[in-house]
Nanobody, 116 residues
């Protein structure tokens, strides 16, 4: 059974940092492209960052320079380091694993709240 388990969300003040983690179970992690998406209330889910199976990265313009995605294939885990957080970064953050368009898996999400 495939599971993606996110952790690391929480309440942080504007300007603060968080590191999200997503641990994958039940997949050959190293061959999967991994991504972080977020969804704020009343908005569509959007890409935050993604990292390919070979380590190529891509970021949404809104987080470039503030976020870093990385992966540890030995731990079957993908990370999202978020710095200089803004209130508009508040959302539920989801982890996604995919191989092309055929195999897609989502985590259950972790809440990030940015507020003073």
């Amino acid at each position: 059974q495939v599971r993606l388990v996110e952790s690391g969300g929480g309440l942080v003040q504007p300007g603060g940092s968080l590191r999200l983690s997503c641990a994958a179970v039940g997949i050959t992690f190293s061959i999967y492209d991994m991504g972080w998406y977020r969804q704020a209330p009343g908005k569509q889910r959007e890409l935050v960052a993604r990292i390919s199976s070979v380590g190529n990265t891509d970021y949404a313009d809104s987080v470039k320079g503030r976020c870093t995605i990385s992966r540890d294939n030995a731990k079957n885990t993908v990370y999202l380091q978020m710095n200089s957080l803004k209130p508009e970064d508040a959302a539920v953050y989801y982890c996604k694993a995919n191989v092309g368009s055929r195999y897609n898996y989502w985590g259950q999400g972790t809440q990030v709240t940015v507020s003073s």
